[in-house]
């Protein structure tokens, strides 16, 4: 029986792929649009630049009368800013609705919701509502990817935030709705150096399959991760046959 030299297995990390048009296509390093004009949760016009160029930004992108994932993600951002260990004034966070029939003032009621996470983490907090256009560009530049089910009524997207570099460049990708405060303070304290970090896995969290009643994923998620997994096995059960026979010959 012949020698065969098997090739070392490496370990990798198991990951669902999002559906298309539902994702993060990471960009890091990309420059975002700095000069494109939004409304904040006071009502006054703004550019987006105007929260960039002394410290580094957590932007979330998202909606504001979202019946689902969004505020269950700003909730896990703010609470991981809470235990980052660095002072309120070494970062911004930044919300941008990425639906343009959005409001101001429904801005500003959503910000008042965060008010008790606020108050524990000393973030400054802003609310940015926009015309497509802007909320197109902005979109583009970080990779967010969506699309909107006339059906449920509802935006799908990808959870999680980014953050960016004093000069608005992408430094760091964050997928899920809840962060290890360290992960997030080691991100800003790249970001306010200007450091560029590396892609991070995708999750597969669409906001539109989170019921926040329950805290669980629909059963087309649910369906989604188990064929995932049926499907690695497979590929290890072949993988085997085929070492068995060529070890065999």
């Not at 904040?40 to 550019?47: A, F, S």
């Not at 560009?137 to 449920?152: H, I, K, N």
């Not at 629909?218 to 049926?230: D, E, L, N, P, Y």
Request: with cysteine; proline share 7%.
């Amino acid at each position: 029986m012949g020698l065969v030299q098997q090739q070392p297995v490496r370990a990798q990390v198991l990951t669902v792929r999002p559906p298309e048009q539902t994702r993060y296509v990471q960009r890091l390093n990309s420059k975002l649009p700095l000069s494109s004009a939004f409304t904040d949760d006071n009502g006054r016009p703004t550019r987006l630049g105007a929260y960039f160029g002394d410290r580094p930004v957590v932007l979330v992108l998202g909606y504001f009368h979202c019946p689902n994932l969004c505020s269950t993600l700003m909730d896990g951002v703010l609470e991981s800013l809470a235990a980052v260990d660095l002072p309120p004034h070494a970062y911004r966070v930044l919300g941008v609705s990425i639906d343009p029939s959005e409001t101001p003032e429904l801005a500003a009621r959503k910000k008042a919701s965060y008010a008790p996470l606020l108050a524990n983490a000393g973030a400054q907090l802003t609310l940015l509502t926009g015309a497509k256009p802007e909320v197109d560009a902005l979109t583009s530049a970080v990779g967010f990817e969506y699309v909107y089910d006339r059906q449920l009524r509802q935006y799908m997207h990808p959870a999680g935030f980014i953050v960016a570099t004093p000069s608005g460049r992408i430094s760091h990708y964050f997928m899920g709705v809840r962060f290890d405060p360290r992960d997030v303070r080691l991100a800003l304290i790249d970001a306010s150096s200007g450091s560029i970090g590396s892609p991070v896995d995708q999750l597969l969290l669409l906001c539109s399959h989170y019921d926040p009643v329950t805290g669980r994923y629909s059963a087309q998620v649910i369906a989604g991760v188990r064929a995932a997994c049926i499907a690695v096995l497979a590929a290890l059960v072949i993988w085997l046959w085929r070492a068995m026979r060529r070890g065999a010959t």
